[in-house]
């Protein structure tokens, strides 16, 4: 009769529901965890869900709210054991259609279900998309036509790549400018989908003010995956470096530290980024506060529990190979100290201006990555004194051996304060 949507952690309960309503002829799917069943929301193919409140990952309430902001609009039943008048008034005031208080009758449910899909409003009414002169705006994403559009106001391309375009958006009833990054192509292999969708999961899961932050994401009618994210105004590292060339000394270590930050978070939660570069750190234009590094792209982050499945070929290296530590190049799995590799060769950028390592192809790169030592930055300015403690954490960083580095980006965030306060009490002297 109807595809339903059952998400709850209480497996034998969910089996059940499964059971009884499998019986009433309704194609059932059920999901037993929180993004297990976000991820099947936005496959945009149920009639109506029965979601439970209290998940292990993500609450029902959170779901409820993403998918109504989204534009979700099938029927949301709550299965719960809050009984309250006021937790039954925050869930109905957040999207759902009914809520049952558990324990309840199976017979009670089947009811309430065949209320909801009577009163579900089949015809589907035409999407406006918002806003007015941005036409050209939406073709860039074949957006005309789209939930994702008549949620968000697209206001201009704010940069385009080989498989990924970025949006500058606005939310019309949070008054908010937002960032969508959404992939190109309609017809992108499953893997590229996967890493897409990898990155929106990493990213959601990190509350951090030094790491970019997702408000949602999805796959648009048009079958092209999308992502909302803060839109941050600033310029990229990589931005900073071309424009002023090397950093004063305080001034890089008060940005690393704060990459170190947001990086120990997302390792914390078993999240590696895999691909830290200038070009993905952010400094934000606020000068009203210290917090002012963002770091973006988790694209191809890898989640080291969970995420066990490799989406690269055998031999294939993910990441910008100037920044790689060599075990990687080796097809060594990544963990913490492949990040530190990277963010000791982003140091050395800052104090130089110009690239660890040089080659004329990637070849003669990736020798050098693996075999050739890096030189210390006191090598090319005069105020870095040879053998100082600017020279010791870049090399320390940049070990060959992932064991000799930093192991945590905490380790190497306390090292770099310790050598800011010396600088700001230098200063100050």
Not at 252 to 260: D, G, K, P
């Amino acid at each position: 009769m109807a595809k339903i949507l059952v998400v709850d952690d209480d497996v034998a309960l969910a089996e059940t529901i499964e059971t009884w309503l499998t019986f009433e002829k309704h194609e059932v799917t059920v999901a037993n965890t929180g993004f297990a069943g976000w991820e099947q929301l936005q496959k945009n193919e149920f009639e109506l869900a029965l979601l439970d409140w209290d998940l292990p990952d993500v609450n029902g309430i959170d779901i409820l709210r993403r998918f109504r902001g989204s534009g979700g609009s099938i029927p949301i039943l709550m299965l719960t054991g809050h009984a309250s008048v006021d937790d039954k008034e925050a869930g109905l005031d957040s999207g759902a259609n009914d809520y049952i208080t558990k324990p309840f009758h199976m017979k009670e449910l089947s009811a309430r279900i065949r209320a909801a899909l009577r009163t579900r409003v089949t015809a589907e009414t035409p999407l406006v998309s918002l806003g007015k002169g941005n036409e050209e705006v939406l073709k860039h994403g074949d957006l005309q036509g789209t939930r994702l559009a008549a949620n968000y106001e697209f206001l201009d391309v704010l940069g385009e790549g080989g498989s990924a375009i970025v949006f500058k958006a606005r939310h019309p009833r949070l008054e908010k400018l937002v960032a969508v990054k959404m992939l190109l192509s309609s017809e992108m292999k499953e893997a590229a989908i996967q890493r897409f969708e990898r990155e929106a999961k990493a990213v959601s899961q990190i509350n951090h003010y030094n790491v970019v932050t997702v408000y949602d994401y999805g796959v648009t009618e048009k079958n092209r995956p999308y992502m909302v994210m803060e839109l941050i105004q600033g310029e990229s590292l990589m931005d900073k470096l071309e424009n002023e060339g090397p950093l004063p000394l305080a001034t890089s270590t008060a940005i690393l530290i704060q990459i170190c930050r947001g990086l120990q978070e997302a390792h914390s939660k078993g999240i590696i980024h895999r691909d830290l570069k200038p070009e993905n750190v952010i400094l934000q234009e606020r000068s009203d506060r210290a917090d002012w590094v963002k770091i973006v792209d988790f694209g191809i982050s890898y989640l080291v529990e969970g995420g066990q499945d490799r989406l690269t070929k055998a031999g294939a290296v993910m990441g910008t190979v100037d920044f790689l530590a060599p075990e990687r190049l080796r097809d060594v799995p990544p963990d913490a100290r492949s990040d530190v590799y990277s963010l000791g060769v982003i140091l050395f950028e800052m104090l130089t201006a110009r690239p660890l390592f040089e080659a004329d192809t990637v070849e003669s790169m990736l020798v050098k990555v693996i075999m050739n030592p890096p030189e210390p930055p006191s090598r090319y300015r005069n105020d870095i004194p040879a053998g100082s403690a600017f020279d010791y954490v870049v090399l320390k960083a940049t070990e060959k051996d992932p064991d000799k580095r930093y192991q945590t980006a905490t380790e190497m965030r306390l090292e770099l304060e310790q050598l800011h306060s010396q600088l700001l009490l230098h200063r100050r002297a």
